[in-house]
């Protein structure tokens, strides 16, 4: 990475075994993050939100962009990204997750640079632990580990909003300088923008909170037309090339507020085990960590508010900040769109001012004990995450069903949208999705998912779907539901069964389950 090669030489501090150097430092985060997300890549079948995404991948482009954004709230930007890939890597899980790891992995130099700017802005004479601890951070953090083992959008947030957080921090410190900011600046702030927009539903927050963290820099004292003009040219560029994905998304605005996500002031306690280490590997190793992690952040947070004037602490303390408090507002007045992972993106700014803190530590002892200890509680975690149990063992679902399901049987799916994974696990016979096959659009029912195409069944609904004459024919019909406290609150589906058909011994694996309904 050439702005690795761009830090100064290691000042003294850390006693390490090998000398450090800033390419081995690059080299030494990237494998690490590369070797992390590998390990248990394929353990694991697609849950869900992967066999939505594997199922969006291998439509026709034409449905890709004006079918699938009517009922899909994500743009289809990253969609089309993986189908491009399993075109040329194929469909399988392993395949489909490489491309989370590859964006996983390219965020690192990212990081690495971000770090190298502000050493340039304010050297703390310790450029190494300021790009080696973010980078660390980067590589082995449990929830970056975790979506980047995961066919979902998140990766290509965190990679844009790493790139569009180089650019501002570049920006920043040529516009102290007085220049208008190179052109090479503005279209990498525009570039990381513009992904983070077509790449979530939520990059707009991110797009506003960026834009919020440049402007007391691009607007200070000095402001000369070449500054005001490249400044509002890629507000434009990016709000151009935008228009296309919110008009998209505006498409979908009257479904929004019939999705399964809540809200309470009470999620924010969310955030810790977003920030630090998440509840399900928290152990008393990476109670260490997690605790390193708190004590630094509360330094961070502390200079960069002591410091007068706008400065690249307080930019990234807003980077940080900025998507969580925009979340929590909307979420509380308007409609529920908090949700952790979305916000996964916020790490990047945040393990920077981390990285600053622990550079800034006077005393050599408690840097070096500060540094060892994070690395060797975190990485435990980290490897944890990799080697976890599938959260919905779609494997295991199937193989019961490819056993005991006799022809002439039926297998009914609740939700509908759970064929996708299912099938993806391997083909299963005779599979009926309930009220229709996905995506269910135009039948009527509740919309409890927030998508149209995934339609639950009122009361009255499930009893005619019992008197169908179809319902009568299988030996055996092999119920298949998903979250039912959600999408059957009231069991109606499993009632109307019972009424004309002798129920089964229930398996459950999670909150996924299957009974058997013989006929009478």
Known sequence: MNTASALPAPAAGLPLPVRATPLRLAIAAVLLAL????????????????????????????????VVPTYEPHPPFYYSLLKLWSDLFGGSAIALRAFSVLLGVATVPL??????ELERRNPSGRPLIRAGIPAFLVACSPMLVLLGQEARPYPLLIFAYALATLAVLRLMRELKAGSPGTWRSWLMLAAGTELGLWGHALGLVYALTLAA????????????????????????????????????????????????LSWSPDMLFQLVGLYVVPVEVLT??????????????????????????????????????GPPIIAAVISQFAIAIFLPR???????????????????????????????ALVITLLPSALQIGLRPAPEPWDQVGAYLRTHVAAGDEVWLYPNDSALPLRAAGAVPAMRSIPGNYPAIGVKG??????????????????????DPRAKQPATIWLVTRQSGLFDPHGDVPRALSSIRLPGRKQTWGYIAVQPYYRR
């Not at 390990?39 to 004006?66: C, K, Q, V």
């Not at 990081?111 to 190298?116: D, E, L, P, R």
């Not at 930019?315 to 900040?321: G, I, R």
Request: net charge positive.
């Open 35 to 66: 070797v992390l997300r590998l390990i248990g890549i394929g353990m694991r079948p697609l849950w869900l939100d992967e066999a939505y995404s594997a199922w969006f991948a291998s439509r026709g482009w034409h449905e890709l962009w004006t």
């Open 111 to 116: 990081v690495i640079a971000a770090s190298v």
């Open 342 to 372: 979305t916000l996964a993106a916020t790490l990047v700014p945040a393990y920077l001012l981390l990285g600053s803190a622990l550079a800034r530590v006077e005393v050599p002892r408690e840097r070096f004990a500060f540094t060892a």
């Open 284 to 321: 008393i190793s990476s109670a260490v960590a997690a605790l390193i992690m708190v004590l630094l952040a509360k330094r961070a947070i502390q200079h960069g508010l002591e410091t007068p004037g706008w400065n690249e602490d307080r930019a990234l303390l807003l980077l940080w900040w």
């Open 446 to 467: 509740p919309i409890r998912a927030g998508s149209p195409a995934v339609v639950s069944l009122s009361p009255d609904q499930a009893r005619d779907l019992a008197k």
């Open 213 to 260: 963290a440049l402007a007391p820099a691009w607007l200070s004292r000095g402001m000369s037309r070449d500054r005001l003009l490249r400044g509002i040219c890629t507000a434009l560029l990016v709000l151009c090339l935008y228009l296309p994905c919110l008009w998209m998304m505006a498409q979908r605005a009257g479904d929004w507020g019939t999705g399964w």
